[in-house]
């Protein structure tokens, strides 16, 4: 191994560390807690190493919200390419997203945090590229209505609203999980989830 790679595993292990200790400190204490300080302290590196590789704390926030999304996209991507009918897939696509809410709540808060108020924290640049990635969750979701439309399974002019319709929609029923012992104590969540997108899926029939 030449010098050169070395020093480029060492950057990246180094830029590793540093987003692991930035994902520990937003998942337990918030963005408030998330500062270049206590980044810099629990990564054991100097706030000047840290400014080595970033520019700001946006930059940082920014590189884990993609770090989330890809691991929606991949999950939704997933789901989708076991085959079967269209109706299907969006099935499976929309209990991945309820499997990903789940299995990893952090990611899932921060990120909705920055869809509805992205300003508090990201620059337009920033923004740009945390969008790009959640239009990935939209395309993958239209590719299927089109493909449904195609095969004449579907009805619709418009698949990409109804992919907006159909990923806020979730977002929606997801959310409602925090009443499940109040609004929600006469009937079962995961029930009302599956309710809602078998309702949105006949909506295309």
């Known amino acids: ?32 807690g998330a500062t270049i300080g206590q980044i810099a302290k629990l990564a054991e590196v100097s706030v ?61 808060s921060v990120l909705n945090h920055f869809l509805t108020t992205p300003k508090t924290v990201l620059e337009p640049a920033l923004r740009k590229r945390t969008h790009r990635q959640a239009e990935k969750i939209l395309q993958a979701v239209e590719a299927v209505v089109e493909e449904g439309v195609n095969a004449g399974i579907f009805r619709t002019d418009h698949p990409r609203r109804f992919a907006l319709m159909f990923w806020g929609s979730l977002n929606g029923i997801i959310h409602l999980k925090k009443f499940k012992g109040t609004l929600l104590s006469k009937n079962d969540y995961t029930a009302l989830y599956r309710h ?6 006949r909506s295309l029939q």
């Not at 809602?196 to 899926?201: F, N």
């Open 1 to 32: 191994m030449g010098v050169a790679e070395r020093r480029e595993r060492e950057r990246a292990r180094r830029k590793s560390q540093i987003l692991g200790a930035a994902r520990t400190l937003l998942f337990s204490k918030g963005l408030n």
């Open 48 to 108: 000047a190493t840290i400014y080595s590789y970033y520019k700001n704390r946006a930059e940082i926030i920014a590189d884990l919200s993609e770090e989330g999304f890809g691991l929606i996209v991949f999950a939704i991507e997933e789901a989708i390419s076991s085959g079967g009918p269209p109706d299907e897939k969006l099935q499976r696509a929309a209990m991945a997203y309820l499997a990903f809410s789940t299995d990893h709540k952090e990611y899932f």
């Open 196 to 201: 809602t997108v078998s309702c949105m899926i």
